[in-house]
């Protein structure tokens, strides 16, 4: 984040901490909660959203050098992400052109050279050429060099790699990122380190695992145990960027700020920030590390698959330092994992019950309206109503 942009914060901040209020949009609103159930949205969600809409897939730092890979399937497409011998990031469907075998099982690795289908032993280079045809001659008049792996749109910046899931032209990420690429450019991720990452199985839909990250109205009832005590809760900021916002989060010792000029203010390390890139992922800057949470769709609207990642800002070189970083990550579990996660699988099972039709949304959760807002007009759904007076 740029230096002017933090001290423009830090003041919001520190206004907002006087009120005991954050930013706020005008009115409540509301939402159906088949926005949550629905198969046919969900359809058309997996296609729009996570097939043609360019996701991100990696942090740069998880392939950093040549031959270094890694794959997913989550979107519904095989995906198979490399970094070439040039060092570039490449992607492709990870399905063999022979008879649509994966090439890959894998779900990260280092220094491969080629990627051998296993069921016949076809082999592609980190480009995805096809390089290798046993025994060949069964193929009379084959040609290779139009049977590599099919390639999917991708692009690296910011320290985080894109692609989308259909093959298609190229695109420009910036075309997307709509300004929030100016504070992922100032943290300069792309020489971070990835310290660890992990899948987890919610039931829920994938739209609540992403509300978690929404507002701070929760952080002092649900996070008593682990992480209420840090934070102001209710003094956010808010900002839209496009499709994608950023909320910042302060932390108590913001009010050492009141006593400095601002030209020695610290701001970052009294905040967090929640990023949000559409359609599925969170960045958190935590002061001296970042979270990323990539929310995928289930196999029904009342499931979905959560990958959580660390980056650190080197790789750790001690014991010291690798505990320091796991306690971070454990703290980061027991807040989501262990408080975020149950809380959007009741709010799942309450659906079902029939209790209502539709969730309301205070003046404080414009962060949500923002996020829906967006989907509902991708898949061209109706929109988001304020709430009735009469409920």
């Not at 100032?186 to 380190?193: E, R, S, Y």
């Not at 959760?365 to 759904?381: D, T």
Request: aromatic share 10%.
């Amino acid at each position: 984040m740029e230096r002017r942009t933090q001290i423009e914060i830090g003041r919001r901040l520190l206004t907002l901490v006087s009120e005991g209020k954050p930013d706020m949009m005008d009115q409540t609103l509301q939402v159906e909660v088949d926005h949550y159930t629905s198969e046919t949205q969900a359809a058309d969600e997996q296609e729009i959203l996570f097939r043609d809409y360019p996701i991100i897939v990696a942090a740069s730092c998880q392939l950093p050098e040549p031959g270094d890979f890694v794959t997913s399937e989550m979107t519904g497409v095989p995906a198979l992400v490399t970094r070439n011998d040039e060092g570039k990031a490449r992607a492709f469907i990870n399905v063999c052109r022979h008879r649509g075998a994966r090439v890959e099982y894998a779900t990260t690795g280092s220094k491969k050279k080629a990627f051998v289908c296993s069921y016949h032993g076809w082999a592609y280079d980190t480009d995805g050429a096809l390089k290798l045809v046993p025994q060949d001659y069964g193929f009379p008049g084959f040609d290779k060099s139009c049977n590599g792996l099919r390639e999917l749109p991708v692009e690296e910046k910011h320290g985080f790699i894109w692609a989308q899931h259909t093959p298609s032209e190229s695109f420009n990420v910036d075309d997307y990122t709509s300004g929030i690429e100016k504070d992922l450019a100032a943290f300069g991720l792309k020489d971070w380190h990835h310290f660890k990452s992990l899948e987890v199985s919610c039931q829920m839909n994938w739209k609540l695992v992403m509300d978690t990250f929404f507002e701070a109205y929760h952080i002092g009832k649900l996070h008593t145990a682990t992480i209420a005590h840090i934070f102001y809760e209710m003094s956010t900021t808010f900002d839209p960027f496009g499709r994608n916002h950023r909320m910042v989060l302060p932390r108590r010792k913001i009010d050492k700020l009141r006593d400095q000029p601002e030209d020695e203010w610290q701001v970052l390390p009294c905040t967090a920030i929640v990023y949000c890139m559409f359609p599925n992922t969170i960045i958190v800057w935590q002061a001296d590390h970042i979270e990323m949470f990539r929310a995928f769709p289930g196999e029904n609207p009342g499931e979905s698959q959560a990958v959580i990642t660390i980056l650190t800002p080197e790789n750790p070189q001690t014991e010291s330092a690798t505990r320091h970083w796991q306690n971070n990550l454990d703290l980061l579990l027991a807040a989501v994992q262990g408080e975020d996660f149950p809380a959007g699988e009741s709010v799942q099972a309450g659906i079902s019950s029939g209790a209502q039709e539709h969730f309301v949304w205070g003046r404080y959760e414009l962060a949500m309206e923002h996020f829906h807002k967006n989907i509902k007009e991708l898949l061209g759904r109706p929109p988001l109503l304020p709430q009735k007076a009469a409920e």
